[in-house]
């Protein structure tokens, strides 16, 4: 079936009936992206209250970057674990990138330092030997929190019921922990968004499997069941929002892009140089294994699409996780044709306006260098 033409607003003609919640637009295969629609500025709810659950990792701090330098988010906190590094150095990173963009004050916690029930695995050759390439960063002055990382979001969450988007971009340990320990976790936060999972197209870590969802397979089990009992109990409750490498493999950075935003804010400039020297690294892995001298940049098109929903196109779909520990292990399976008769517990990106993400990425992360001067 052809695509319908976008209309003027983004709205495509002839659309079908397609619910559209809170600016996320889900619904028929053919609809097109949304470019456009979200570039209206934010009007009354005006600013989004973020936690951000990290392994810092190159891709996440450039989402901590982006947060920073987002206007509408107001990051509430930010929770750590291990995945593309050991979460010592997680949340050291994360610590010390919030103080590079000025951000000391944000409230950085750890939870579980190993997953569930598998052995802890880390990534130094995707991205360095402690998480952030070849940067290298002071030793952050502001304290760890002493509030476990679960306990936060599950108090945060109960603190502002249907206020809190939790935005998550490592393995999800601490929230797994999360809804065991609060059951009611998906209906306490506005929304729960994921980068997490390969849908339609091959997984980076086994032929079928994500990193994220890889590190913990039993965790991605256990929360999309949540959702899955929170929405059976209750279809108001909001589906979980997945960002797969069906989208977020769109969304690539190039030297060219550290050249603009070098450009904006000079060479001389601390955050500039951060994200050269992290991303070197992470160039030079996409040349080896990839075969392109650039970068997927999955982390910050998450975090750019939990504050402005309509970057994205999903699809609302049943998922869950195979955790049996064989060919297809941490696959994450969407029932696209209703086999299960399950309840849709997900919206699954589908499609994303990756320029004009890479576009407000350089746009934002330059303003921020040039304020933190040089
Ligand atoms: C995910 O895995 C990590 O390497 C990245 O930080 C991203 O969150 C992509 O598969
Ligand atoms: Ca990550």
Known sequence: MPAPRALPG???????????????????????PLSGRDRVPLSGRDRVPLILDVDTGIDDA?????????????????????????????????RAILELAGRGDVEVAVGREVPLVRALEITPETHGPHGIGYADLPEP???????FAPD???????RRPGEITL???????????AVLMEPRLPHLLRRWIAMGGAFRVPGNTTPTTEWNI????????????????AIVADPGVPR???????VTERARMWPEDVAALAARAGTDNPIVRFVDDALRWYFEFHARYDGFHGAFVHDPL?????????????????VDVDASGGLADGQTIADWRGHWGRSPNADVAVEVDSVEFLRRLVERMGDLAASRGG
């Open 167 to 177: 935005v998550t971009l490592g393995p999800l340990t601490n929230l797994a922990i």
């Open 141 to 147: 002055r502001a304290p760890l929190s002493t509030r």
């Open 240 to 246: 979980a929002v997945l960002l797969g490498l069906d």
């Open 152 to 158: 936060l979001i599950v108090a945060e969450a109960r």
């Open 10 to 32: 983004g709205e495509p003609e002839g659309a079908v009936s397609d619910r559209e919640d809170d600016g996320v637009l889900v619904g028929g295969r053919d609809r097109v």
């Open 214 to 229: 890889h590190c913990d397979p039993e965790a991605a089990k256990m929360a999309l069941a949540a959702w899955q009992a």
């Open 302 to 318: 998450v975090t750019a699409v939990a504050l402005d929903p309509g970057l994205a196109r999903l699809e609302s779909v049943a």
């Open 62 to 94: 450039l989402a901590l970057l982006y947060a920073c330098a987002s206007p509408e988010a107001d990051l509430v906190a930010v929770t750590c674990l291990s995945g593309n590094a050991v979460a010592r150095d997680v949340q050291r990173n994360t």
